[in-house]
């Protein structure tokens, strides 16, 4: 079977979005939606250019039929400025076509672990978590964390969170892999300065077509919320606990107020851990993905080094470095994003 045209692709999609039952399917709805918006720009390109195309053609039967020498000179300088709009227009195409094959998914979850470095680690970690939420709210994402383990002095054992938004992956793809940071700890005495680490790991959120999950293949539980200390916060019992009975994996989540909220990110917990387990027996699997890009969290397995005393954020992949750390974990990160992503994809296009 021959493959459908933009165009008909496009009207395909459009019987397809006009279907009253997508509206119960919101993330068939975002991903047709966005196939939509793409085939609009590309057919809009490839118009253009079928434009230019049969105006240059209009020009040449001018300058072999018409005896008028002027009228002839202007036909072929506007023969030269239609080539010129046409070759700006393919470009522009071409690119458009790299573009959509490159982008990624629109939904990640990433996980931040205090590595080495004890309550260090865990306040590093915390320093990770404002880095890339406020990136994320400066890109427009939607953030929504789905499981944290805090302790008493405001730092992160771990958290996981998931970010959704255009271009998220793109922008987020190469964080993953130990942060090292080099500071003197409030905590410390005699002014030394500590080297400490955090994990970070970026993945694609699963699709719901993905996993499918029954209600009879779950338990489900409710408890009070608690601390950091242990203490209740809560005298309702917010907090959900879920459990895949097959695989006996445990999820949990306090972060929300009510049981519904927390029952919804127990289960984007439960399906994102299902998935990583599911792709772990693959070869490519993500759990194998999230180990390459975790390691072991020791010292000396680090992508980026934080040193404060210094004001200088260096990342060892593409030996660069960047000052003005207090600014890059209030979350200006772009200009470090934008360079990995050109420094890397360069190297990889080059291997290739």
């Known amino acids: 079977m021959a493959a459908l045209t933009p165009q008909e692709e496009y009207d395909k999609l459009l019987n397809q979005l006009s279907d009253p039952g997508l509206i119960s399917d919101w993330e068939r709805f975002e991903t047709l939606n966005k196939r939509k918006s793409y085939l609009e720009k590309l057919i809009e390109k490839e118009t253009e250019i079928k434009e230019l195309a049969n105006k240059i053609e209009e020009n040449k039967l001018i300058t072999v039929s018409e005896e008028d020498p002027e009228l002839m000179s202007l036909a072929e300088v506007e023969?030269?400025?239609?080539?010129?709009?046409?070759?700006?227009?393919?470009?522009?195409?071409d690119d458009l076509i790299k573009s959509e094959a490159k982008s990624g998914p629109d939904a990640i979850v990433v996980e931040i672990r205090g590595g080495t470095g004890g309550e260090e680690a865990a306040l590093f970690a915390a320093d990770l978590y404002r880095m890339y939420s406020r990136f994320a709210q400066t890109n427009g994402w939607n953030l929504k964390v789905l499981d944290e383990n805090q302790t008493e002095i405001?730092?992160?054992?771990?958290?996981?969170f998931e970010l959704k938004g255009k271009g998220v992956w793109e922008a987020?793809?190469?964080?993953?892999g130990v942060h090292r940071i080099q500071r003197i700890p409030e905590t410390e005495k005699n002014g030394r300065i500590h080297t400490s680490t955090a994990t970070v790991a970026v993945?694609?959120?699963?699709?719901?077509s993905e996993i499918t999950i029954r209600p009879d293949e779950i338990e489900v539980q409710f408890c009070r919320s608690s601390?950091?200390?242990g203490q209740f916060v809560n005298k309702r019992e917010s907090?959900?606990?879920i459990t895949h009975k097959a695989t006996g994996l445990s999820v949990f989540s306090q972060t929300e107020r009510n049981q519904l909220q927390n029952r919804a990110n127990a289960m984007a917990l439960l399906e994102y851990r299902l998935q990583e387990m599911k792709r772990a027996q693959d070869e490519a699997s993500l759990?194998?993905?999230?180990?390459?890009?975790?390691?072991t969290a020791e010292r000396c397995e680090k992508i980026?080094?934080?040193?404060?005393?210094?004001?200088?954020?260096?990342?060892h992949r593409i030996k660069k470095s960047w000052h003005d750390i207090e600014g890059i974990f209030n979350g200006n990160l772009a200009d470090i994003s934008q360079t990995l992503q050109e420094e890397l994809e360069k190297s990889i296009d080059g291997d290739n």
């Not at 980026?304 to 954020?313: A, E, S």
Request: zero cysteines; charged letters at 30%.
């Open 304 to 315: 980026r080094t934080y040193n404060v005393p210094q004001d200088r954020v260096t990342d």
């Open 203 to 208: 993945l694609p959120k699963p699709k719901k």
């Open 154 to 160: 405001g730092g992160y054992k771990e958290i996981i």
């Open 287 to 295: 759990g194998g993905a999230r180990l390459a890009q975790i390691g």
């Open 239 to 241: 907090a959900v606990r």
């Open 227 to 229: 601390g950091p200390g």
């Open 172 to 176: 987020m793809q190469y964080e993953g």
């Open 79 to 93: 023969i030269e400025q239609l080539k010129d709009r046409m070759e700006t227009a393919q470009k522009e195409l």
